[in-house]
């Protein structure tokens, strides 16, 4: 009885995400297909700590903008992305936004090192920040 429950969470939270990428939980309502970049601020809960992630549709990528940058919080914010460089390409499949997107070419660098349009995208911290001082 346990596992019904939690299998119809997984599929509810699953038709949410469909329908958040589709467009139905837009304050505008656009959909992915609409728009070039999707901006996502994110918190870093283990750092304590908000980065700007910029989902790249062209180019298949996550760029993170950073004002606290060191080699330990760029472990811990590469980290905290991770499941979405992951379940992003996932949601575009099953969306069909590949079908829908003529003007995505897959024969740029990041979709040629991928075998399928299913694997993670890349995250790539954006250099050359202003950076906040440490108190």
């Not at 505008?28 to 918190?43: E, F, H, R």
């Not at 606290?68 to 979405?84: E, G």
Request: glycine share 2%; hydrophobic share 40%.
């Amino acid at each position: 009885m346990h596992d019904i429950k939690v299998q119809n969470e997984i599929f509810d939270l699953t038709k949410k995400l469909r329908e958040y990428v589709l467009g139905f939980y837009f304050l505008g309502n656009t959909p992915w297909v609409s728009v070039d970049y999707v901006l996502m601020p994110i918190n870093v809960k283990e750092a304590w700590h908000w980065v700007l992630g910029v989902l790249s549709l062209h180019t298949g990528c996550i760029y993170i903008y950073d004002s606290i940058r060191s080699s330990r919080c760029d472990a811990v914010v590469h980290k905290a992305l991770n499941s979405f460089a992951v379940m992003i390409p996932l949601l575009l499949n099953t969306t069909t936004f590949y079908q829908q997107r003529s003007d995505i070419t897959m024969d740029k660098p990041h979709f040629l090192e991928k075998e399928e349009l299913s694997n993670p995208f890349a995250i790539i911290s954006v250099d050359n920040l202003p950076q906040q001082e440490k108190a």
